[in-house]
């Protein structure tokens, strides 16, 4: 089974502050992806990536960016964190190639005051 | 817009009952379709999946019923156990490797 990590686990940021998470993979998947889970919600697609270089917008891109500067990395980037990113984000790799499957990682708790 | 609608948002069974959690979708072209479940305090995991040749996927006391006429499908959970208490999400796989998730309904198993 992959192996999705995620940094930190929890993190408080401040109104204004930049903000980055962290996600590597140990298992060359093509696809990794970060979500957000807030209740009432389910899990929201923020971006997505099909390898090294590549990033997609999801559903829900506005005030975030990614990064896949490698198969192994993929971090989300908060320029300007407001209050409204408070949320807990999961990072998630997939295989392709024919295999739709997701392997997550464990979340980050990420609270902006 | 939302593309993947699940119903009910919780229910309750008692132990030993079929717990049947619904799914509708918009977009015919559609073909990829898992469901996870994520326990409290835990992430979401791969539970079972089909795909639109198949009406239906049967793994254990899990079984999807897929209707592609209609763009639904349904998890049923027979012999629930308290064990099964958990977030249920529907998915699809909305276009290369796109994978949306529904709301998630939460299912309560009572011993």
């Known amino acids: 089974e992959a192996a999705v990590t995620q940094s930190p686990r929890n993190k408080v940021a401040v109104t204004g502050g930049k903000v980055t998470l962290s996600c590597n993979q140990t298992?060359?998947?093509?696809?990794m992806y970060w979500y957000r889970q807030d209740t009432g919600h389910g899990l929201r697609l923020i971006h997505y990536s099909y390898g090294a270089g590549s990033t997609e917008k999801g559903d829900i891109p506005d005030g975030y960016k990614a990064s896949r500067p490698s198969q192994e990395n993929f971090s989300l980037i908060l320029e300007l964190a407001t209050p409204s990113q408070t949320s807990v984000y999961f990072c998630a790799s997939g295989p392709g190639q024919g295999d739709e499957r997701l392997f997550f990682g464990h979340g980050t708790k990420l609270s902006v005051l | 817009q939302q593309q993947v609608r699940q119903s009910p948002q919780s229910l309750t069974v008692w132990e030993g009952e079929t717990a049947i959690l619904n799914c509708s979708y918009e977009?015919?072209?559609?073909?990829?379709f898992p469901w996870y479940w994520q326990f409290p305090r835990e992430s979401p995991a791969l539970l079972i999946a089909i795909r639109p040749v198949s009406n239906k996927k049967e793994d254990g006391r899990f079984t999807i019923f897929f209707n592609k006429r209609e763009k639904k499908l349904s998890l049923h959970i027979t012999d629930s156990q308290p064990g099964d208490s958990a977030t249920y999400f529907c998915a699809v796989d909305t276009n290369a490797y796109k994978v949306i998730f529904g709301k998630g309904t939460h299912l309560h198993v009572l011993p």
């Open positions: 298992n060359n998947h093509n696809n």
């Open positions: 977009d015919s072209t559609f073909d990829y």
